[in-house]
């Protein structure tokens, strides 16, 4: 018999009642056990469609203003061309656009709602970074040299004030988090990016001030990234989702890397993959999010479980 299965027998004898487990933690241990029939039917549409419309329309403002606020400067983009070569972009857009095909897919034939709304968050994050990508190549975005001689490309702010945002977004749907705690973590990441621009452009000292307060909120979007995991880990009946949900991705195997480099059906790893799928490829952004999803590596330290 199963631990499990002793300590009910137990219960039973001594007239126990048995443990309550929170209605959130049923319906997504459900998810990501494969059973979708137990899984209640999410009526979160309205609020996924509304969340992509909403940043889709944000990136597309903030290029815009970029584009009007901050004068191009052609000898910064020769710079950055030799610095960078294009190949590396081309790759990097090949390989988001990559991604978002698979994710469209599985927006397109998964059964599963949840799984469905986390494809479509998932498709916005790969469409801006690799839209970004492409101006790149192309030539299509405004590269400038900041206050300090450094190139920098304010298309990158504004990609990252869409990504970053659904990042956690995504995070806060396997969490406990309140809609006021996931405002609140959302809020610290958008302030992170914009006081990051601002560093860049401001004159000294204010750059550093700018530059300081843009690190303490990067540590702040941190603490609530894994604030969610662990709430995550702890709703979690399964022991195996809680180890799902621990692993890091360079512990986890061949078996979890399979599971996180596409969204996978019918395994335990389904929203837990995206989630990580999402952090782990949009790291590579250049300097852009924490590398391998900060979060699960957060949790795994034993960082979170000692507070």
């Known amino acids: 018999m199963s631990g499990a299965g002793a300590q009910m027998v137990l219960r039973q004898r001594s007239g126990a009642p048995p443990p309550t487990i929170p209605p959130r933690a049923l319906a997504t241990a459900a998810v990501l056990n494969g059973d ?11 609020r996924t469609w509304t969340w992509t419309l909403c940043w889709t ?30 190949l590396v972009y081309q790759m990097s857009s090949c390989a988001f656009f990559t991604a978002f095909v698979l994710n469209l897919t599985s927006l397109l034939f998964e059964d599963n709602a949840p799984k469905r709304q986390l494809a479509l968050l998932s498709c916005a994050i ?49 969490s406990d988090f309140t809609p006021l705690q996931t405002s609140a973590a959302i809020a610290t990441d958008v302030l992170m990016v914009l006081t990051g621009l601002w560093a860049n452009f401001l004159p ?27 709430s995550a880990v702890l709703e979690h009946p399964s022991a195996s989702s809680r180890r799902s949900l621990c692993q890091t991705p360079s512990s986890a195997g061949a078996q979890r890397k399979s599971n996180t480099a596409t969204p996978v ?36 330290s034993g960082m979170l479980r000692a507070g």
């Open 36 to 46: 979708e029939d137990s899984a209640p039917m999410d009526d979160g549409w309205v």
């Open 57 to 86: 329309t944000i990136y597309f403002l903030g290029k815009w203003a970029a584009e009007r606020l901050i004068p191009g400067d052609p000898n910064a983009y020769a710079e950055l061309s030799q610095q960078v070569p294009p």
């Open 126 to 174: 790969k469409a801006a970074a690799c839209h970004t990508d492409l101006l790149l190549i192309t030539g299509g975005t405004t590269v400038v040299v900041d206050a300090f001689g450094t190139i920098v490309v304010p298309q990158r702010y504004a990609q990252w004030l869409v990504t970053t945002p659904t990042m956690i977004y995504i995070l806060s749907k396997i």
């Open 204 to 230: 000294t000292p204010y750059s550093w001030l700018m530059f300081g307060l843009s690190s303490l909120l990067f540590v702040g979007v941190l603490y609530s990234m894994g604030r969610m995991v662990y």
């Open 265 to 300: 059906r019918g395994t335990k790893g389904n929203i837990t993959g995206y989630a990580n799928h999402t952090l782990g490829l949009d790291s590579g952004q250049r300097g852009a999010t924490p590398h391998e999803g900060p979060a699960w590596r957060y949790v795994s």
